[in-house]
């Protein structure tokens, strides 16, 4: 995350992106976990046996969190807010590709600065935008809302069974590292709103 000008003419900018050598280690890790896993435990599989299945089972786990590595390494996408007053442009980046999408604060229907008190670290803050009733978060990569869907069961299996998933209706700023600069951020936003 930069920290936020205090210009008034000038844009905040947040962004969190996934350094090229964490992604690779993730990457690895996930990969080699699943290689590991097929060579030990699959000839454990066939033929069937009376442990086929406790086999399969740890065999399972054990490849969705490998996979889930790999996926996530490939497929997360880097998020750079600008934040201006009364607009909000996001830009996405993913395998090469990039989107943007621009929100007018006006067409937001609430906003907030709220803790990242899930984070057993310092205490951080991310600023949230609600859209409106309809809309859902589009970042015009392919492999967002199944990302998206993955976030939201992990968070709240029970909630994204009843409905539409908080995460696919608001907009999710990167990490802040003081409360003033997310004042700051939001106090920018709204500036312009009408």
């Known amino acids: 995350m930069d920290a936020p000008s205090p210009a008034p003419g000038e844009a905040i900018v947040l962004s969190h992106v996934m350094p090229t050598p964490i992604r690779l280690m993730l990457g690895g890790v996930g990969l080699g976990g699943?290689?590991?896993?097929?060579?030990?435990?699959?000839?454990?599989?066939?033929?069937?046996?009376?442990?086929?299945?406790?086999?399969?089972?740890?065999?399972?786990?054990?490849?969705?969190?490998?996979?889930?590595?790999?996926?996530?390494?490939?497929?997360?996408?880097?998020?750079?807010?600008?934040?201006?007053?009364?607009?909000?442009?996001?830009?996405?980046?993913?395998l090469g590709r990039t989107s943007v999408r621009t929100y007018p604060a006006a067409d937001l229907d609430g906003m907030a600065?709220?803790?990242?008190?899930?984070?057993?670290?310092?205490?951080?803050?991310?600023?949230?935008?609600?859209?409106?009733?309809?809309?859902?978060?589009?970042?015009?990569?392919?492999?967002?809302?199944?990302?998206?869907?993955i976030l939201a069961f992990l968070r709240a299996p029970l909630a994204t069974a009843r409905g539409v998933p908080h995460d696919e209706t608001w907009l999710v700023s990167p990490r802040i590292a003081n409360r003033p600069e997310a004042e700051a951020a939001l106090s920018r936003l709204m500036a312009g709103r009408g």
């Open 34 to 94: 699943t290689i590991l896993l097929l060579v030990e435990l699959g000839p454990a599989l066939w033929p069937p046996s009376v442990l086929t299945l406790f086999f399969g089972l740890i065999l399972l786990g054990g490849l969705s969190v490998s996979v889930a590595f790999a996926a996530g390494s490939v497929l997360s996408p880097d998020q750079t807010w600008e934040i201006r007053p009364g607009r909000l442009t996001i830009t996405y980046q993913s």
């Open 113 to 149: 600065v709220v803790s990242s008190a899930y984070d057993s670290d310092v205490e951080t803050y991310e600023l949230v935008c609600q859209l409106p009733f309809g809309r859902k978060v589009e970042t015009g990569l392919d492999s967002t809302p199944v990302l998206l869907a």
